[in-house]
């Protein structure tokens, strides 16, 4: 297994996966028992989806809710926000993740950009009227402007937010460690994410339970293994 000395590096980026999370009992996204084999996902993950019925995009989200709120952080989230408590002055940290389950902030981790949102949150689709916590069931209208609410999750074909966008710009111009962890890699914007820390030269390390094929140039070392099992020993005690 690759070895880190994470006392070398100033300036550290983690990007995570739905991978880091299956050991909470989460469900992956795409490849085998992915979620995305299983239902159809123009009807109720997509912008379009959204327009043309909020409500079926709700009851989805309403579900993903539930799971998400019963999972509790495993060894490799715990692992993170273990190597940022421990970080040197002058050592800065920043977890990038395409999950929606809140688990990272659960274990800890303080600087944590939510890539995609979260399932926790929702928003109105007119207003700025926001929630979060308990949800209804039923999708329910803003209590300011009447519109219906939605999940405060990035649906496919839509913008990842201009916060987080910025956020992750940042982190990656000063990066000089960067580490994928449990992420196919296909998605963009996070596709782009290793090829731009190469940019700025930073040593780039995937973590993942299979080999990609084919193998992305851009890692210099692929570190293969459950994300529960190998994170924690690359952070060490």
């Known amino acids: 297994m690759a070895t880190i000395d994470w006392a070398r590096y100033h300036s550290i980026v983690v990007l995570t996966g739905a991978g880091i999370s299956v050991a ?9 028992g992915g ?5 159809d996902v123009d009807r109720v993950v997509t912008a379009a989806a959204l327009a043309r019925d909020p409500r079926q995009v709700w009851a989805f989200f309403a579900e993903a809710r539930r799971q998400v709120l019963a999972a509790s952080p495993n060894p490799a989230h715990v692992a993170l926000a273990r190597l940022e408590r421990r970080l040197a002055p002058g050592q800065a940290m920043v977890v990038v993740t395409q999950n929606i389950d809140g688990l990272h902030q659960r274990a800890g981790s303080r600087e944590v950009v939510n890539l995609h949102g979260s399932a926790r949150r929702w928003r109105c689709t007119r207003c700025e009227a926001r929630g979060e916590g308990e949800a209804p069931e039923a999708c329910p209208a803003c209590p300011t402007c009447g519109a219906w609410m939605r999940p405060d999750v990035v649906l496919f074909d839509e913008y990842v937010a201009a916060e987080a966008e910025w956020r992750t710009k940042r982190a990656l111009r000063d990066c000089d460690l960067f580490v994928a962890v449990g992420t196919s890699g296909t998605v963009t914007p996070a596709a ?3 090829r731009s820390a190469r940019y700025a030269g930073a040593r780039t390390v995937l973590v993942n339970l299979e080999a990609m094929a084919p193998r992305d140039p851009e890692f210099d070392e692929e570190v293969l293994g459950r994300a529960e099992e190998v994170l924690p020993a690359l952070v060490g005690d």
């Open 192 to 194: 782009n994410f290793v």
């Open 24 to 32: 909470s009992g989460l469900r992956p996204y795409r490849g085998p």
């Open 35 to 39: 979620l995305w084999s299983e239902i």
